[in-house]
T-cell receptor
Framework: DGGITQSPKYLFRKEGQNVTLSCEQN?????MYWYRQDPGQGLRLIYY???????QKGDIAEGYSVSREKKESFPLTVTSAQKNPTAFYLC?????????????FGPGTRLTVL | GIQVEQSPPDLILQEGANSTLRCNFS?????LQWFHQNPWGQLINLFY???GTKQNGRLSATTVATERYSLLYISSSQTTDSGVYFC?????????FGPGTRLSVLP
């Protein structure tokens, strides 16, 4: 059945290490997004991609990188340059980037820096 | 940029009670959506509602775009309604999320 998967569910990292969070969708959606959620706060946009091989920075892109080599996949790398990476990370996809296109979310990855 | 505010920040209800959640935004928007995040973190889209009123079971939503606010009504609340409710407005190219209303429904 169709949906968005994220892995791993929980991730622990030592300071100074890069980590990559996986996001895969089989909804045949063109647009994909990465959001960060901190405790008690809303979602903030990190990166988004409208089509394969293209992506743009969101509001808080510093310390993160992405790639979009396949339509189904949009991995996020949290680099050592990210000052405070401990957070809940959500991936989403939508048919397009039009205002009427609903976003569908994955289950999230909870990243903790030790 | 646009400001999105939600009220109240926290709400505790007894099962069976009704509630109204509010979302205010500071500029004209192309679209507005309501989401529910369950206690395990999963977000589910509830309504796509740029204007007017929609109903889905015990939930309904109203957006008055000219006055820049939207309301989410929950009737006969159940414990499974607990979680965080977010409104998100489409502004420019992307959605901007409000800070959410945390709802706890007690049995």
């Amino acid at each position: 059945d169709g949906g968005i998967t994220q892995s791993p569910k929980y991730l622990f990292r030592k300071e100074g290490q890069n980590v990559t969070l996986s996001c895969e969708q089989n909804l045949n959606h063109d647009a994909m997004y990465w959001y960060r959620q901190d405790p008690g706060q809303g979602l903030r946009l990190i990166y988004y991609s409208q089509i394969v091989n293209d992506f743009q920075k969101g509001d808080i892109a510093e310390g993160y990188s992405v790639s979009r080599e396949k339509k189904e996949s949009f991995p996020l790398t949290v680099t050592s340059a990210q000052k405070n990476p401990t957070a809940f990370y959500l991936c989403a996809s939508s048919l397009g980037q039009r205002a009427r296109d609903t976003q569908y979310f994955g289950p999230g990855t909870r990243l903790t820096v030790l | 940029g646009i400001q999105v505010e939600q009220s109240p920040p926290d709400l505790i209800l007894q099962e069976g009670a009704n509630s109204t959640l509010r979302c205010n935004f500071s500029d004209s928007v192309n679209n507005l959506q309501w989401f529910h995040q369950n206690p395990w973190g999963q977000l589910i889209n509830l309504f796509y509602i740029p204007s007017g009123t929609k109903q889905n079971g015990r939930l309904s939503a109203t957006t008055v775009a000219t006055e820049r606010y939207s309301l989410l009504y929950i009737s006969s609340s159940q414990t499974t309604d607990s979680g965080v409710y977010f409104c998100a407005v489409h502004y420019g190219q992307n959605f901007v999320f409000g800070p959410g209303t945390r709802l706890s429904v007690l049995p």
